[in-house]
């Protein structure tokens, strides 16, 4: 039955799927986000002040209606320069913030987006079957494994809120992954 279902079955991207979300589909939007973002950060006045603890809160609620602020990761080197409200493939009502390295290691960014999780975001095993994306479940990726130097993303879901982190290498990612909240 399973080996017909294959031949004469639609196949797995005709499937309905309701409003399910695939996260392959949101770190793809999220890339092109990023490099809007990075864009925007650069042609920004040079006496531009970043977003304020207060700013970042009036967008998350603004954007999600919740109240999970985002760590504190000014020890870390990383100071929000710009936010917005950020709206990717069957995520309405997100936001992001960009985050560059301040002092030596300037260049250096780290992007998080988050969103309202409704248990829509999906993942697939390696047979292709749909995962639902799990509280204590964390989704890394690295843009190009054979280049340690490639930037790379963590996606985890808190209970309430999806949240993505991207940062121009992975080494930057496992270093924070305690200070952002990762499972």
């Given at each position: 039955?399973?080996?017909?279902?294959?031949?004469?079955?639609?196949?797995?991207?005709?499937?309905?799927?309701?409003?399910?979300?695939?996260?392959?589909?949101?770190?793809?939007?999220?890339?092109?986000?990023?490099?809007?973002?990075?864009?925007?950060?650069?042609?920004?006045?040079?006496?531009?002040?970043?977003?304020?603890?207060?700013?970042?809160?009036?967008?998350?609620?603004?954007?999600?209606?919740?109240?999970?602020?985002?760590?504190?990761?000014?020890?870390?080197?990383?100071?929000?320069?710009?936010?917005?409200?950020?709206?990717?493939p069957g995520c309405a009502g997100g936001g992001?913030?960009?985050?560059?390295?301040?002092?030596?290691?300037?260049?250096?960014?780290?992007?998080?987006?988050?969103?309202?999780?409704?248990?829509?975001?999906?993942?697939?095993?390696?047979?292709?079957?749909?995962?639902?994306?799990?509280?204590?479940?964390?989704?890394?990726?690295?843009?190009?494994?054979?280049?340690?130097?490639?930037?790379?993303?963590?996606?985890?879901?808190?209970?309430?809120?999806?949240?993505?982190?991207?940062?121009?290498?992975?080494?930057?990612?496992?270093?924070?992954?305690?200070?952002?909240?990762?499972?």
């Open positions: 039955m399973a080996v017909l279902v294959g031949i004469y079955g639609r196949r797995l991207d005709e499937r309905p799927t309701g409003n399910l979300v695939p996260m392959g589909e949101v770190l793809d939007a999220l890339r092109q986000m990023q490099a809007a973002m990075q864009l925007d950060a650069i042609h920004r006045p040079p006496d531009a002040a970043g977003p304020t603890s207060a700013d970042v809160a009036e967008l998350i609620r603004s954007t999600t209606g919740s109240s999970w602020r985002p760590p504190d990761l000014a020890p870390e080197g990383f100071v929000p320069v710009i936010g917005g409200p950020i709206d990717l992001g913030l960009l985050y560059e390295r301040d002092g030596d290691q300037s260049g250096s960014y780290l992007l998080l987006y988050f969103t309202p999780d409704h248990g829509r975001f999906v993942t697939f095993d390696a047979y292709g079957r749909v995962e639902p994306m799990q509280s204590s479940q964390t989704f890394a990726e690295v843009d190009d494994a054979s280049d340690p130097s490639s930037a790379a993303t963590l996606a985890f879901s808190n209970g309430e809120m999806v949240i993505i982190y991207r940062a121009a290498t992975a080494d930057v990612l496992e270093q924070l992954r305690t200070t952002l909240g990762a499972p």
